[in-house]
């Protein structure tokens, strides 16, 4: 099985170690309820010639452009399986053994393992037979083998209300989950064999409860992202002679897989999309929607931008030294949250930031301008307070002047970074030695840039730990322990000398209590081995509560981490009086090398499309408490 070697994280904090792809692919040609059944003539849809075929063509370009060893389906077979994916075709295809295929491989998974489900074959929708909430009156559905048998107690279609469980049961879990359909996407249901539509009927259900698409964002950073073949209302088509069927969609999705390995959700879609343009098929639009700047295996880009406010006194962050922001700092001001991805639009305006308070920045612009009352502001220059201290082994001339422009960097008797430069690559070193990054020999024009970049990942890991030793109002208390069977959540006992004991690989509950004498915000952040920052709770997506006096916040039941690698890891967990925007702080570990990931006009917008808004706090935090809590794993 190929691994992502990524950093070395804890389960709870940011991806594990080595993060596996697990992956479910269906592909249906042959139904038994069709046409083609001598038994069910009057059956209104067609079986199809090419999905079978696109299985394989999605699977080679995984293996190739990913090193994915998929399991590979013996002459005649309609299943097969191995350690890394599931295949299911024509009459193995059932809805049981779909969904039982996609929960197994959710299961096997831990946090920071993507699961890929893939589905080729008819799409179509339902009507309920008391109304629907959607506005065209349907919802959309993949159709299994043993769809529409007639006199059926139950539908055999898998309803998309169906599939957002399944979806949001793997992301409170931790798992990432990428959905790929060569199905219609809601909305005239085929995939076409030619110009006529081949379209299964709508369903007619009775009727169901009301239910949301699955949130982009689950538990510990998992994410979602869903790619189909068309947009609302449209077909799916299929091209080629006998022997040679295949979707349009996943043809030229799998063309993008093998020319850019390693790009985004959005480069790839929109490649895929560029490629069918090119062959002429407009009839169609690719349609993608999720975490679209992670890449297959890899973490979601996130940028740190903060809302902003011009008031009387200027223009006015909403974020401090909570949320890192440090005197000095530059910033660009935009007029939304899409519009501040990088590489997307012009700013409005550039400041520094001056005054700052625990959840409140004022910026001086550069020059007067007009501005709206809402903005969004991303910093440009980070100026760091204090300096990490540093040892070198051995002497080069070029690490010694990559070093002379690092302002936050000086060499200690006790440092925390050890830099160890050889014949063809740099490592960093933690003072127990174990290997946090690698990074290229000093002579190369990257260096310099990679080294600040991983140092000041530090610097700010360095800020966040310091706030507990500044002045604070109130009080907060945070619990990290196993789970044993007389666990009590409400009476976790105050950490002994040296830290928390947590055993590899069991479950350890996450417990924050508000301690102060009024309501607050409760925040926990996860600092692994390599200065990687995850917000743990509240998870991301979910919205922020206040918790009252005594009142306790913890990771749901069944959501417990479970640390897979041995370590020193530190927990950071904040009560304030007003919201802040915690998520600012994340940061990836030191040997992941942040990227921009939307390379092309085009998925720059589809990026800036997906980027989640926030909802602007205009109450400043003015009480506000830290804690600072250590675990070792052995």
Known sequence: ????????????????????????????????????????????????????RDVGTIKDALRRAYALELDREP??????????????????????????????QIDASRPGDTVIFYFAGHGSRFTEATGSEQASGFNSTIMATDAREPG???????????????????????????????????????????????????????????????????????????????????????????????????????KALLAQPGSSFADLAVAARETMLAAGQTRQTPHAEGALRATLGGDEVRVPIFEAVRGRDGVNIIGG????????????????????????????????A????PGRTQLQLDSAVDLPGRLVARELVHRFETAVPIAVRGNDPALDAALTGIAHARIAPRPQIVIVPGPEVTQLLSPRGAVLARLPTPSDPAFAFLLDRALGKVARVNALTALVSRPQTGKVEFCVQNKTEDFQREVCPGAPAGGRKLALNEHAAIVAKNSAAD????????????????????????????????????????????????????????????????????????????????????????????????????????????????????
């Open 321 to 352: 030294t909570l949320t890192g922001i440090t005197s000095g700092s530059t910033f660009v001001l935009y007029p939304s949250v899409s519009a501040a991805l990088p590489g997307t639009t012009r700013p409005l305006a550039t400041g520094t």
């Open 354 to 357: 001056t005054v700052i308070g």
């Open 152 to 254: 059926a107690q139950a539908p055999a279609d898998i309803l998309d209300r169906e599939i957002r469980p399944i979806i949001d049961r793997a992301t409170a879990a931790g798992v990432r989950v990428v959905t790929i359909f060569d199905s219609c996407n809601s909305g005239t249901a085929t995939r076409n064999l030619d110009a006529e539509a081949r379209t299964a009927p709508p369903l007619l259900v009775g009727r169901v409860d009301p239910i949301e698409p699955p949130a982009t964002t689950g538990n510990l950073g998992a994410y979602r992202v869903h790619l189909a073949a068309a947009q609302d209302g449209q077909e799916a088509f299929e091209t080629g002679g006998v022997g040679k069927r295949g979707g349009v969609f996943t043809a030229a999705l799998a």
């Open 519 to 634: 309501k607050r915000y409760l925040y926990v952040l996860g600092i692994d081995p390599t200065f990687s920052i995850s917000l743990l709770l509240p998870p991301n997506g979910a919205r922020d509560e206040t918790k009252g006096v005594g009142e306790i916040i913890e990771v749901p039941e069944g959501q417990e981490i479970k640390p897979d690698t041995p370590g020193s890891y530190r927990f950071v967990t904040l009560s304030t009086d007003a919201p802040i925007p915690a998520q600012a702080l994340e940061q990836t570990g030191l040997s992941t090398v942040d990227q921009e990931v939307c390379l092309t006009r085009l998925s720059r917008q589809a990026c800036a499309d997906a980027a989640r808004t926030r909802d602007g706090a205009l109450i400043w935090v003015n009480a506000w408490a830290a804690n600072l809590t250590l675990a070792e794993v052995k």
């Open 75 to 104: 002459p005649g077979q309609c299943q097969s399986a191995n350690q890394v994916s599931i295949t299911l075709t024509d009459y193995c295809a059932t809805k049981a053994a779909i969904l039982e295929a996609w929960n197994r």
């Open 1 to 52: 099985m190929r691994r992502f070697v990524l950093a070395a994280l804890l389960a709870a904090v940011a991806t594990p170690a080595h993060a596996e792809i697990r992956a479910v692919f269906v592909g249906i040609d042959k139904y038994r309820f069709s046409r083609a059944n001598p038994e069910t003539p009057e059956a209104n849809f067609r079986d199809l010639s090419g999905a079978v």
